[in-house]
């Protein structure tokens, strides 16, 4: 006798599936649609059953069959469009996403997901209308909030970026939703929250930390994420990501190479290590970025990064070259493309440089780098400091970027508008490659600018402004008598010198952090670049000295007799680093040997790091700045162009010509004097690039000395 067959329904189907049993699932649905070919709802239970299983051509299939069967239902157009968004076939899935808006335009998550859909084809404006009225149906909605943050950020909108991360924040925070990366954008759809625990919650934090510019937070999460999943190469780049950001480079260092050991054949990997290595080790950030190429010549990250580095190391025409492959690979990437601009720029080949900025304003006309860098193009290259002002303005409103405020704060510098100048100047402190370098004094408490206490002044950024706001010492000790001064070790002996008075701390800038810690009985810490704020109000705060840093008079004598008799004077040719804009400070040495004719003298070479001049040379003398400083004191006359041996010589008292770029630093000033140095004279190229005009005065100077 035949036993009786047990009858099923879509229902038992359901059940079986929302138990997690994919398979019996599967097994019920098939055989419904064998019975019941046009089952929609059968049909659509075994296409998601198939999909949990992986085998997605199969659920592709049953899915489209659903959405054939019954028009009417939006669900069964979303679950098929996310499948073929899983699929790859991106505007297939738009078009399933927006049939099943049209059957009903309340559902938040397909908006959601065809703003996701928008944003993997590069339509960021498009995504972001999406994810908005994704939460204006449900407010609540965290994974929009996150996505609509990657939307803004993709536009450049960095503020309100930041606050739609923020608000994500607060909702994971409270129900802990699924990680940034694997959320519709960017990887497979994530239906189930994971939880507190889970090491991808804990990246997607940090992440987030990131955004709402919280360094230690995120590097928290990602430590523990690390904790709990070390075989994540992801999290360990991240955290090197981090930690550079933060200043912290040996142990960004050690973070980078522990991911190259987990994956060292991922061409991703090693171009995002050239990321985290430029600009602190361009020499490392070049070699991870051509291994990145070697194991895949289209990554579009390797050649991105592999040109910054070749533009930090002033490898300009190779930097050009790997940029613009960068661009091809990726042509919508906006830091690409202003990466290349940049370089342009700096080769001197200003039409391309515009004309790429042009298309990308037009595209992105909010986007705070673009507007930083149009800014920076007006001021350097123009000449326009009403415009590049303009610029700068725009980048504030379109994002809370500290260098925004940092540029109009320049800008005041430059045109000597120092009642407003000094406040915006403090945003330096907040800037990426400046942080650290403040936040290891930030536990103790900051000066007021009266009280006489033991207080610690720092000194920041390079050399030369080590030696400038070292001018406002005297001033500084009028109004506290206990100053303990840290510098950089090279200033030592020299500034112990000039202020006898100070306790002066020699400290590499790596360990300042560390030494800090071991001072005893500090009140209270300055910046030495936030004196001006408390003595240089004003053009008649600038005193006019005759030097207030003093060389070593026994090394000055033997520099003399070293020279011997006759008029000596010094050249110094290349100015600072790429980053600082080398080549726009810098010139050939063939050009300015013709003038050592002019005037009858000796010409001494004071330029850093080269060897193999016509001129007089004395290796090693530029390492030691005790020693320098006893050079120039030896010496007639400097000329420099832009850099640290300017500061030196007008520090010293010394007579300084200073071969300057069209709009060079704003210490430099535009007026053919430096105030911080009376006896320095400015020669200003009249256009962009052009050094003939400056050239030509300098002959003159010195043929005028020949016969003084």
Known sequence: ?????????????????????????????????????????????????????????????????????????????????????????????????????????????????????????????????????????????????????????????????????????????????????????????????????????????????????????????????????????????????????????????????????????????????????????????????????????????????????????????????????????????????????LILKDLGRMDEARSLYRGMVEEAPRHPRLAMDLGTLALECDGDLVAARAWYHKAQAASDEPRALLSEGILDLLERRFDTAWDRYEARKRVADQRYQHSIFSHLPAWDGKSDCRLLLYGEQGLGDEIMYASMVPELARRVSRITLMCDPRLGALFQRSFPALEVVAEPRASQGERVKQLQHIDAVVAAGSLGGLFRRSLSDFPRHAGYLVADSAKVAAWKERLGAGRHFGLSWIGGLQKTGRSRRSLPLERLLPLTQAATASWVSLQHDFAGSALREFPGVTQDLDELAGLIGALELIVSVCNTTVHLAGALGKEVIVMAPFVPEWRYGLSGDMLWYPSSRVLRQSKYGDWQDVLARLEELLRGRSHA
Not at 42 to 54: D, N, P, R, S
Not at 55 to 61: F, M, T, V
Not at 149 to 168: C, E, I, N, T
């Open 1 to 341: 006798m035949a036993q009786a067959r047990a009858v099923f329904t879509t229902q038992d189907a359901k059940n079986a599936l929302d138990r997690g049993d994919s398979a019996r699932a599967e097994a019920i649905s098939a055989e419904l649609v064998d019975a019941e070919p046009r089952n929609a709802a059968a049909w659509h239970v075994l296409g998601l059953a198939c999909q949990k299983q992986g085998r997605l051509e199969r659920a592709l299939e049953a899915l489209s069959k659903a959405a054939d069967q019954d028009r009417r239902v939006a669900r069964y157009h979303h679950d098929l469009a996310n499948a073929l968004l899983d699929d790859g076939k991106i505007d297939r899935a738009i078009s399933a996403f927006r049939r099943a808006l049209r059957i009903d335009d309340a559902l938040a998550e397909v908006h959601n997901d065809l703003g996701a859909a928008y944003f993997r084809k590069g339509w960021h404006a498009e995504a972001e209308e999406c994810f908005r009225k994704a939460i204006e149906r449900k407010p609540e909605h965290g994974i929009a909030y996150a996505n609509l943050g990657a939307a803004l950020r993709a536009q450049g909108r960095l503020g309100d970026s930041r606050r739609a991360y923020q608000r994500a924040l607060m909702l994971r925070i409270r129900g802990f939703l699924p990680a940034f990366l694997q959320w519709r954008i960017g990887g497979a759809r994530t239906s189930q929250a994971q939880s507190i625990g889970d090491p991808d919650e804990l990246q997607a934090q940090a992440l987030a930390f990131e955004e709402a510019r919280d360094l230690p937070s995120a590097l928290a999460r990602l430590r523990s994420a690390i904790e709990r999943k070390p075989e994540r190469s992801e999290y360990h780049i991240n955290l090197a990501r981090l930690l550079a950001k933060s200043g912290e480079y040996n142990a960004a260092l050690e973070a980078a190479l522990r991911a190259l050991k987990l994956e060292p054949g991922s061409a991703d990997v090693h171009a995002t290590i050239a990321g985290v290595y430029h600009p602190w080790r361009e020499d490392l950030a070049e070699q991870a970025a051509r291994r990145a190429i070697e194991l895949d010549p289209s990554s579009h990250a390797g050649h991105g990064n592999l040109a910054a580095a070749l533009w930090g190391e002033g490898r300009l025409e190779e930097a050009a070259t790997h940029g613009r492959e960068a661009v091809r690979l990726q042509p919508a990437n906006i830091a690409y493309r202003t990466n290349l601009a």
